[in-house]
């Protein structure tokens, strides 16, 4: 299957002003994850979706294919599939969408996130950490549960899998897991989800992949060991993100 990855760049976020092109490593922030997800290798084209010619101009300036979307819309998940309706993108059949503001997101997530499509044959898939029960307490942190082959069965921002007996600690702890921001999508399980209107619990939650799980759509979560790196959402997450980045790549332009 041909794999379009996409990336969503929104420029009005208002906890790191004008996130995207705040700088990493010298670059910016959105120019880092493009080079991220060209290195993994996973996808036949990489593309940015932003809604701000400032982020159209730091792409191209960078090499990188950039789509100027609608300001109107109200997710990534949305951005993503305008793009992905374009006719110069319309021959790929799966879509990865990456964050933004994610420049450290592990190799193996987007790769079992397109493995729940390409090989488990879902129609949507992500992608989970095993996680220490700490993040139970953590409503910034999403956690998700899931049945047999994978699929997921809820995402949440409270303590879930809920321990009810002290007794059964240790099974419980064995199935905790930190959701990571991934998603891979069959062309028609994206035009699906952003046809539909938003669900209760999504409002409830704000959780945006809750309104396709919802309304019945199965979606594989790949669990990977290794522990993500956190987003880029304040200033004192782009100073340890700088830091990792000198420690990492020390010496790359």
């Known amino acids: 299957m041909s794999v379009l990855a996409i990336i969503p760049a929104r420029l ?3 906890r790191l002003p004008r996130k995207p092109l705040r700088l990493l490593g010298g670059l910016p922030l959105v120019v880092r994850v493009w080079q991220h997800v ?9 593309v940015v979706a932003t809604d701000a010619a400032d982020i159209v101009d730091a792409v191209i300036a960078a090499g990188g294919d950039v789509v100027l979307t609608s300001e109107r819309h109200l997710s990534g998940t949305d951005r993503i599939a305008e793009v992905a309706r374009r006719p110069e993108y319309t021959k790929f059949s799966v879509i990865v969408n990456v ?5 450290f997101v592990p190799v193996a997530a987007v790769r079992g996130a397109l493995e729940m499509v390409t090989v488990a044959h879902f129609p949507l898939g992500t992608a989970a950490a095993h996680a220490s029960p700490a993040i139970l307490a953590e409503p910034n942190v999403v956690k998700v549960v899931c049945g047999a082959g994978g699929r997921a069965l809820y995402f ?3 303590p879930i899998p809920f321990l009810r007996e002290r007794s059964e600690t240790d099974e419980r702890d064995a199935l905790v897991r930190q959701h990571l921001g991934i998603y891979a999508y069959t062309r ?3 035009a699906t989800w952003v046809a ?3 669900h209760p619990l999504e409002r409830i939650e704000r959780l ?3 309104r396709p799980l919802a309304a019945g759509v199965p979606m594989g979560v790949a669990t990977i060991d290794e522990s993500p790196a956190r987003g880029v959402d304040t200033e004192a997450d782009l100073a340890r993100a ?4 000198h420690d990492l790549y020390a010496g790359r332009t």
């Open 208 to 210: 945006e992949q809750l």
């Open 156 to 158: 949440s921002r409270a």
């Open 188 to 190: 028609q399980a994206l």
């Open 12 to 14: 009005g976020a208002t």
């Open 242 to 245: 700088n830091a990792l980045w």
């Open 38 to 46: 060209i290195d993994m290798a996973v996808a036949d084209a990489v």
């Open 196 to 198: 539909l209107p938003p």
């Open 99 to 103: 964050q933004g503001d994610e420049p």
